[in-house]
């Protein structure tokens, strides 16, 4: 093992206006970023951690602190996982360990995890919840947007009309909701009629974590997405049966190694397989970019959010995504 230095920053990330889910409104985001050296080579990553557990910029700190030693030994990225938890502090690292195996390779991150070359991917906008004339308006702003999804509060009579505003608005546009945990299993069947109505065509994390039980045995005629429900891959057996469609975030799985093998066991159990973030910049969205080209359903609209994006930053034109290997990987020149 070749002994390696750590350092890391931590950077509050603004939004250019209040977004709000269910049960929680971000103004701003504290990530922190990772750098891994050898001496010769470096390798970045950046993690906004996961703010419904605790995981957040002061708790990932500690973990790295706490870890440092073992860090710095130059573990493998397996061995990583046994170093540190599933988490933000752990994405961070195994982020920057790709790119530092990629600098020193001379080979983009792709071609070390065994994919084919990227392709441009759709990815989702992201409206959050407000007064559903406002979401209208924000959905026809996105004029390039192919695929639109909807923050829902759990108001099921507001949620409805805020998912019909949007339809009118973008009646071309894939549609998809987020309950952000917002719901009772009582309302789901008024919910996915109406859903059903204005052509939706996924239902994400409508429960909170800790109810999955409610459904068992339910059949929605809309796939149902779970995210919170399932953190990372030792939680994806219970997944089994309940929701259709996987979201892997890397803050939540612990890093890219982790996250490709949640979408190769997804695969395998059956159900499909999607890429979300957290709030975050281009050097959060590149890996995650790697991952969704594994993946049926494509989230990474982070940058989108923010006041200030990092240079040399990921491009989002006609509706797709692509992250070129000056952003995060062997070929990457960073400016800010």
Same mark, same amino acid.
């Given at each position: %093992?070749?002994?390696?230095?750590?350092? @890391?920053?931590?950077?509050?990330?603004?939004?250019?206006?209040?977004?709000?889910?269910?049960?929680?409104?971000?103004?701003?985001?504290?990530?922190?970023?990772?750098?891994?050296? *050898?001496?010769?080579?470096?390798?970045?990553?950046?993690?906004?951690?996961?703010?419904?557990?605790?995981? $957040?910029?002061?708790? #990932?700190?500690?973990?790295?602190?706490?870890?440092?030693?073992?860090?710095?030994?130059?573990?493998?990225?397996?061995?990583?996982?046994?170093?540190?938890?599933?988490?933000?502090?752990?994405?961070?690292?195994?982020?920057?360990? @790709?790119?530092?195996?990629?600098?020193?390779?001379?080979?983009?991150?792709?071609?070390?995890?065994?994919?084919?070359?990227?392709?441009? +991917?759709?990815?989702?906008?992201?409206?959050?919840? /407000? &007064?559903?004339?406002?979401?209208?308006?924000?959905?026809?702003?996105?004029?390039?947007?192919?695929?639109?999804?909807?923050?829902?509060?759990?108001?099921?009579?507001?949620?409805?009309?805020?998912?019909?505003?949007?339809?009118?608005?973008?009646? $071309?546009? @894939?549609?998809?909701?987020?309950?952000?945990?917002?719901?009772?299993?009582?309302?789901?069947?008024?919910?996915?009629?109406? +859903?059903?109505?204005?052509?939706?065509?996924?239902?994400?994390?409508?429960?909170?974590?800790?109810?999955?039980?409610?459904?068992?045995?339910?059949?929605?005629?809309?796939?149902?997405?779970?995210?919170?429900?399932?953190?990372?891959?030792?939680?994806? !057996?219970?997944?089994?049966?309940?929701? $259709?469609?996987? =979201?892997?975030?890397? &803050?939540?799985?612990?890093?890219?190694?982790?996250?490709? #093998? #949640?979408?190769?066991?997804?695969?395998?159990?059956?159900?499909?397989? #999607?890429?979300? =973030?957290?709030?975050?910049?281009?050097?959060? %969205?590149? !890996?995650?970019?790697?991952?969704?080209?594994?993946? /049926?359903?494509?989230?990474? &609209?982070? !940058?989108?959010? +923010?006041?200030? $994006?990092?240079?040399?930053?990921?491009?989002?034109? *006609?509706?797709?995504?692509?992250?070129?290997?000056?952003? @995060?990987?062997?070929?990457?020149?960073?400016?800010?």
């Amino acid at each position: %093992m070749t002994r390696l230095s750590i350092d @890391w920053t931590t950077e509050t990330l603004r939004l250019a206006a209040p977004f709000r889910i269910s049960g929680h409104v971000f103004e701003t985001s504290d990530v922190v970023v990772v750098t891994l050296s *050898d001496g010769g080579h470096r390798g970045r990553g950046e993690a906004s951690g996961v703010y419904y557990t605790g995981d $957040d910029a002061p708790a #990932m700190l500690t973990a790295l602190e706490g870890a440092r030693a073992a860090i710095e030994a130059g573990p493998t990225r397996q061995e990583l996982r046994a170093i540190l938890p599933a988490g933000g502090a752990r994405n961070a690292v195994d982020c920057a360990m @790709w790119e530092l195996e990629a600098a020193r390779a001379g080979q983009p991150v792709w071609q070390l995890a065994g994919l084919d070359a990227p392709r441009p +991917l759709r990815t989702t906008f992201t409206i959050g919840a /407000d &007064d559903p004339a406002v979401m209208a308006e924000r959905a026809r702003d996105y004029a390039d947007a192919r695929s639109i999804k909807i923050k829902l509060t759990g108001d099921l009579d507001l949620d409805i009309a805020r998912v019909r505003a949007i339809r009118a608005a973008r009646p $071309d546009a @894939w549609l998809g909701v987020d309950g952000n945990q917002g719901f009772a299993a009582a309302q789901l069947d008024p919910l996915i009629a109406a +859903l059903q109505a204005a052509e939706v065509s996924l239902l994400e994390q409508p429960l909170a974590r800790g109810r999955e039980q409610d459904l068992d045995g339910f059949k929605s005629p809309i796939p149902i997405a779970g995210d919170e429900s399932i953190l990372s891959l030792a939680e994806l !057996p219970t997944a089994a049966g309940r929701f $259709d469609v996987i =979201n892997i975030k890397l &803050d939540k799985c612990g890093g890219l190694t982790e996250g490709l #093998m #949640m979408a190769g066991e997804a695969r395998r159990l059956g159900m499909g397989v #999607m890429v979300g =973030n957290m709030v975050g910049t281009s050097l959060a %969205m590149a !890996p995650g970019f790697v991952l969704g080209q594994l993946c /049926d359903l494509v989230d990474l &609209d982070g !940058p989108t959010f +923010l006041t200030r $994006d990092r240079v040399p930053g990921v491009e989002y034109r *006609d509706g797709n995504i692509w992250a070129g290997e000056e952003i @995060w990987g062997a070929q990457a020149t960073p400016v800010a």
